[in-house]
C-alpha cells in the first residue's frame, strides 16, 4: 500500500493578527507598491498559534488587525501577476467572529 501524499495545507485559509511590517530596501518588481506585514496565526480566542510569518499584504491592513492569510500557490495568486514568489498573503480583514 503506498502512503497518501500530504497537501500542503490543511486550512487554506488562516486567521492571523498583524503585529508589525517588514521594511525592504529592494523588493521583487512584482511586488511594487504592496506592503510586507508580519503575521501572528492565532485561534478563534485570539491566542497566538504557530509561529510569525512574513505576509504579502494585499488588503490594506492595519497593526492590530485580525485578517485571514492564506500560505503556498493560494499566496502567490492573490496579486495580478501569479508568476511571484510570494509564500503568504493577507487576503480579508476580519471585522467580527461570531460563534
Known sequence: MRPRARSCSRNPVQLGEVVGTVVCTRKVPVWTGQRLRLVQPIREDGKPQGRLVVALDVVSSGEG????????????????????????????LVDRIET
Open 65 to 92: 488587525q485580525q485578517v485571514f492569510f492564506v500560505k503556498g500557490r493560494e499566496a502567490a495568486q492573490a496579486i495580478a501577476d501569479p508568476v511571484n514568489p510570494a509564500d503568504a498573503a493577507i487576503v480579508v
